[in-house]
């Protein structure tokens, strides 16, 4: 993070916020002319600090209604069963996230399905039967308190 400056760092934040302001909009959210920002922005890129742009959609406007976070221990604990699992795991499009754990379980996944019925057939005809899964544990979100997908930036650089 030597590189940058708290230029930089203002447009990390903004682009965050709003990934489609244009040169013009962000100039005049940090006082620096469009080019710099045009600049710096394709730098911070080309350097991998933004790593893409997305639509944010909501879920529940497509019937996504049930978000579930989902514990998993694996029947063995081996590379070839890990691969297997992670193998399944990146092929469901209702896996939003999946997070490999220390501890007691050995996989938290972030999933969304239309309702109960999709949530059971998620759990009991594509995670349980497959060769790799022991055990599930399933939690159903009541509410969000907090959703972020970005990551915190300094307010400023030190030193």
Do not use: W
């Amino acid at each position: 993070m030597e590189h940058l400056d708290n230029f930089d760092l203002k447009i990390l934040a903004e682009l965050q916020r709003d990934g489609h302001l244009t040169n013009n909009e962000l100039s005049e959210l940090i006082a620096l002319s469009p080019s710099q920002c045009s600049r710096r922005r394709s730098r911070l890129e080309a350097e991998g600090y933004i790593i893409g742009y997305q639509a944010q959609i909501d879920r529940q406007k497509l019937g996504l209604d049930l978000m579930v976070v989902i514990s998993v221990t694996l029947a063995t604990h081996n590379r070839d069963n890990a691969k297997r699992f992670g193998k399944l795991i990146s092929d469901l499009p209702e896996v939003l996230e999946a997070y490999a754990l220390t501890g007691e379980m050995d996989y938290h996944l972030r999933v969304v399905t239309p309702d109960l019925a999709g949530l059971s057939r998620f759990v009991n005809d594509v995670l349980l039967p497959h060769d790799s899964v022991q055990h599930v544990k399933t939690s159903i979100v009541l509410d969000t308190l907090k959703s972020f997908s970005g990551v915190p930036i300094p307010q400023r650089m030190k030193g």
